[in-house]
């Protein structure tokens, strides 16, 4: 960073990165951010999909022989990058509420908004953080959307905008929620 410029590195080919951030001792609803580190792979991580954000990028690995993993990196306001702290990521890191056992189901799918996330899983719930709202606090982890899981939605389909949020069902029914000054709900 020089003069207030951020300047890239850009590659001439594509090439293999064997490292991504992981905290390891992060658990639901606690940040240690100060222990997060580098780690290498010792594993090939196969990418099923990746979201993209105005300004934050996620990517899924669901791979049959060991449990999904979700990847974030990019700017981390409104704690959409899902890691407890408003941190910017250089580099992927692995979410690490996502990465225990927590949650039933595989994933299924990731979608990311302007300043939300949301993951989905083979059972139909959604797990949502950020924030799509102008007022109100900020969702720094994942959450269990319950007003969806308690009231038996399935959801098989998740995408996010700008502010908004919108899930579909199995039952073809659509859920959104969030800004509506246009029309978008």
Not at 75 to 93: I, K, M, S, T
Request: charged share 15%.
């Amino acid at each position: 960073m020089t003069a207030n410029k951020i300047a890239f590195a850009n590659e001439k080919s594509f090439c293999k990165r064997t490292t991504f951030r992981q905290a390891p001792n992060e658990k639901l609803y606690s940040s240690n951010d100060k222990t997060a580190k580098v780690i290498d792979l010792n594993e090939d991580i196969r990418i099923q999909q990746v979201a993209c954000g105005k300004h934050h990028v996620l990517a899924l690995e669901a791979e049959s022989d060991r449990p999904s993993r979700v990847f974030s990196w990019g700017c981390g306001n409104y704690g959409v990058l899902g890691h407890g702290a408003q941190v910017d990521e250089y580099y992927p890191r692995l979410i690490g509420t996502l990465a225990h056992a927590h949650f039933a189901g595989a994933a299924r799918s990731v979608a990311a908004g302007q300043l939300c996330s949301l993951f989905q899983t083979t059972n139909g719930h959604v797990y949502y953080w950020g924030k799509h709202r102008s007022v109100g606090e900020a969702t720094m982890r994942p959450t269990l959307v319950d007003v969806l899981a308690n009231n038996q939605h399935n959801v098989i389909h998740v995408a996010a905008g700008g502010q908004t949020v919108v899930c579909c069902t199995a039952n073809a029914q659509t859920v959104a929620w969030g800004q509506g000054g246009y029309g978008e709900l």
